[in-house]
């Protein structure tokens, strides 16, 4: 364990000075610009360029060429990307090696986890037309889906806002999926920690994800307000009812020099799930801030959840809390700093959580500290450390985990 930090280490001080490039994702070569346009400080996190993009529906264009006609004009080429994540990780968990030495049947993380890819993903994204866009997320995995995510927003500029249509499905990521600006943490997808349960209340809660529906949303530059119809089913799953509501509200003023998204957003009701074959209730309620700036002329990020995913009273399945004895609810907050701009960042945080099992055991706290190295603006190094505790925890359970990661996009 010792080598592996030590050796991610000398390749961060070797790498420190690194010249910068320009990444070149789906969304990189429609217009034309480098990743740092529209990500502050690392990937994924969006800037307030990138969240205009985002709200646009991802319809602007480049340099790259069009094909116009008649209602028409699409790229002259069809943008795709990959993603992979190679990772290690480790925790505090008993080895399940054999009698003698000999491997079992799988590795756990107890006795040091390769995952060979832990994420290989195809993504298809763009123009559709002058107001429709698309993000397309596929799984290349054997055991995975190639549909993993789809969004298509339909978006009409009425002069001082745009009103959008998002119809979305995905297997992971809950409705938050339809429409959200924010990076940190509500949407799965877009986190500033690759440990998305320790740093972030809202993914804490996170059970069932899967999500089918359509988000109705109106956005400014004062903020955004999103109304989603929806099920806890992944749509090739078969149909569902939209018995699943999700309210959203955010303001995102610009604060001196800080960029603010403050909001919260509440979700009820319940709705059938296939692949469980039962209904799955909806019901959870958080707020959020995030604020981006600077200090000492280097980018800071500052993001605070709280999340509360009450018990089902007649035991139905919670898609946000998985023990569904008592209310499971938490609160977070985290630092992410650029220590080298467009480099080297580092971050820490801080969890306060009940796990939603019975009260004498479900204190469930953690503290977090990373390190993420762009040796290229579409090249990431990972190093992340989460410490728990509290009385869901006993030396059995996952206490501590340790993730190294090269994350790739091109």
Not at 142 to 170: Q, Y
Not at 291 to 308: D, R
Request: with cysteine.
């Amino acid at each position: 364990m010792k080598k592996i930090v030590l050796s991610l280490a000398s390749v961060l001080a070797a790498t420190a000075f690194a010249p910068e490039a320009a990444a070149i994702p789906a969304y990189a070569r429609q217009t034309g610009m480098a990743c740092t346009a529209c990500h502050a400080q690392h990937f994924p996190i969006l800037n307030g360029f990138g969240r205009a993009f985002k709200a646009g529906g991802y319809t602007m264009m480049g340099s790259q060429g069009k094909v116009e006609g008649e209602h028409l004009s699409i790229p002259d080429t069809l943008n795709m990307s990959m993603i992979v994540k190679l990772r290690y990780q480790d925790n505090n968990q008993a080895s399940n090696d054999g009698a003698l030495g000999k491997a079992a049947t799988s590795q756990n993380k107890g006795e040091g986890q390769w995952q060979f890819f832990d994420e290989f993903a195809l993504l298809i994204g763009g123009r559709i037309a002058d107001n429709v866009g698309l993000f397309f997320e596929g799984q290349m995995l054997a055991t995975a889906p190639l549909l993993g995510i789809a969004r298509m927003p339909f978006v009409f500029d009425m002069g001082g806002a745009k009103l959008s249509l998002v119809p979305f499905l995905n297997d992971g990521g809950s409705a938050m999926v339809g429409y959200e600006l924010s990076s940190g943490g509500v949407l799965r997808a877009n986190r500033w920690s690759e440990h998305r349960d320790h740093t972030s209340a809202i993914q804490y809660n996170r059970n069932v994800e899967a999500a089918t529906g359509f988000a109705f949303a109106a956005q400014n530059d004062m903020g955004f307000i999103n109304l989603t119809k929806w099920a806890a089913n992944f749509g090739p799953d078969g149909a569902a009812a939209l018995s699943s509501n999700y309210v959203r509200i955010a303001a995102t003023p610009t604060v001196g020099s800080w960029s603010m998204v403050v909001g919260g957003g509440k979700m009820s009701g319940s709705s059938y799930n296939a692949a469980l074959g039962a209904e799955v209730v909806t019901d959870q309620t958080f707020f959020d801030l995030q604020a981006q700036g600077e200090v000492g002329g280097n980018e800071l990020g500052v993001y605070a959840q709280h999340s509360k995913a009450p018990s089902d009273p007649v035991g139905r399945t919670s898609a946000y809390n998985s023990k569904n004895v008592t209310d499971r609810k938490a609160w977070t907050l985290g630092v992410d700093y650029t220590v080298i701009p467009h480099a080297l960042s580092i971050g820490a945080a801080y969890r306060s959580a009940d796990n939603g099992a019975a009260s004498n055991v479900n204190g469930d706290d953690a503290w977090t500290v990373q390190a993420i190295y762009d040796l290229y603006q579409n090249v990431a190094l990972h190093a992340v450390y989460s410490k728990s505790s509290g009385s869901a925890h006993t030396a059995t359970t996952e206490n501590e985990l340790l993730t190294l990661m090269l994350e790739m996009a091109w």
